[in-house]
């Protein structure tokens, strides 16, 4: 088939959440022998544009790198756009023409990832499949003592979500969760889940694992983002002053993109170690002995707790946080949404390293069971077939 896909990032195995599953439905597509063209925002074109080449031989994939448009703060145009269109800026002009040139000439169907690619797509909805991470009427409901500021960007989201959500007619989404708040949106949608998981060639698991440091309880994820930024202002306030308590040698490190930044009032903190933006993400994971993680509220697969899993961290969370996995509690992790359990459940892991094993070998098993790129590649395969069906 002939199948032209647009990313909002690149789809770089170990970039954004987003580009795990763009990494390996580009791979997978192409080695089923399709003809794939991709079109890809980026906020670093020229490394992206040098990552992506040696991850994808131009010689053998077609992906085309473009900068997001200039930062609409600057620009009154750009800033009307973005209220009419939230994160549309993310696509800028010589990417709009030059997909909509290779539209033109044919294609069999059009693949957009994320809710935001809908701005590039909505002229040809009826033979494209837009497939969802997590949806912004969920991970932004509730909260309290919120700015006017915060209040607005959450209307226009979900008033943009509800709108590009009625375009399309087949839409694809991580968890069932997300496909039965999507029906309700849309109740004409075609609507199928497809979880897209990890490349678990990627992540080397130490079936038997020792260190010589004090027990290390952590938080790995980007604090560009709603839920990530609830779980840890959990644990900072609620769960780790009694942990501490409890385990009095134990270290905290909390890692991902913007966590200095949405975290300062912690960064003196003898006891937290606070990092962002680091080039490599693995040796953080086995540099912690429990990932806990338990947001206020997050749609979705979270892409961090099953890189915990692949690689064999033990995991402490809520039901949010497992999200799509089938993980059953006190066999594959911890899961509640209590806070006094929380706590005793990374008590008793930190304390425990026997325990850990346990959990981290069932993880481990759980998502090789679940992750296969050649079934996820088929089931789009599915949805490709019947969009063909359409006419443009």
């Known amino acids: 088939m002939r199948i032209v896909m647009v990313f909002p990032d690149p789809p770089l195995p170990f970039g954004g959440a987003g580009g795990r599953e763009y990494y390996i439905l580009l791979k997978g ?10 079109f890809c925002g980026s906020a670093d074109a020229p490394a992206h544009t040098a990552e992506v080449a040696h991850v994808f031989p131009p010689d053998k994939y077609d992906v085309r790198i473009y900068p997001h448009a200039r930062n609409p703060r600057w620009n009154l145009c750009a800033r009307a756009m973005t209220v009419l269109r939230p994160y549309s800026y993310m696509f800028n002009p010589d990417l709009r023409r030059d997909l909509q040139e290779e539209l033109d000439l044919g294609y069999d169907a059009l693949q957009l990832n994320q809710l935001w690619t809908g701005w590039v797509g909505m002229r040809y909805a009826r033979r494209a499949v837009l497939h969802l991470h997590y949806l ?3 991970d932004l409901s509730g909260g309290e003592n919120l700015s006017w500021g915060t209040r607005l960007r959450r209307w226009m989201s979900c008033r943009a979500e509800r709108y590009l ?7 694809g989404t991580l968890t069932q969760r997300l496909a039965d708040h999507v029906q309700v949106l849309n109740p004409d949608a075609s609507v199928s889940v ?12 130490e079936p038997n694992q020792t260190y010589d440091r004090p027990p290390t309880l952590g938080l790995i994820g980007g604090f560009d983002w709603e839920p990530t930024i609830s779980a840890a202002d959990r644990l ?4 780790w002053p009694e942990i501490k308590k409890q385990v009095p040698d134990a270290k905290l490190r ?6 200095r930044q949405e975290l300062v009032p912690w960064l003196d903190r003898p006891d937290v170690q606070i990092e962002e933006d680091v080039p490599d993400i693995k040796p ?20 961090k707790i099953t890189e915990s899993m692949a690689l064999g961290t033990a995991v402490v969370t809520n039901a949010d946080g497992v999200e799509g996995l089938n993980a059953v509690d006190g066999v594959h992790a911890d899961v509640t949404d209590d806070d006094a359990k929380l706590i005793a459940a990374a008590v008793r892991l930190l304390k425990d390293p026997e325990l850990r094993q346990r959990r981290r070998i069932e993880a481990r098993k759980l998502v090789e069971s679940l992750f296969d ?12 077939k019947r969009v063909m069906q359409n006419k443009a």
Do not use: C, N, W
Not at 29 to 38: A, F, I, P
Not at 194 to 205: A, K, M, R
Not at 236 to 239: E, I, P, S
Not at 373 to 384: A, G, K, N, P
């Open 29 to 38: 597509l192409v080695e089923r022998g399709h003809r794939v063209t991709v």
């Open 254 to 259: 909390i890692v991902g993109r913007r966590a």
């Open 236 to 239: 900072l306030k609620r769960l």
């Open 165 to 171: 959500l009625a375009q399309f007619q087949t839409i």
């Open 284 to 303: 953080y994971f086995r540099a912690i002995d429990v990932m806990l993680y338990a947001p206020r509220v997050g749609s979705g697969m979270k892409v």
């Open 373 to 384: 790129i050649r079934r996820t590649v088929e089931e789009f395969e599915v949805l490709y």
């Open 194 to 205: 497809i979880s897209t998981g990890l490349d678990l060639s990627l992540y080397e698991f």
């Open 136 to 138: 912004f009427s969920i």
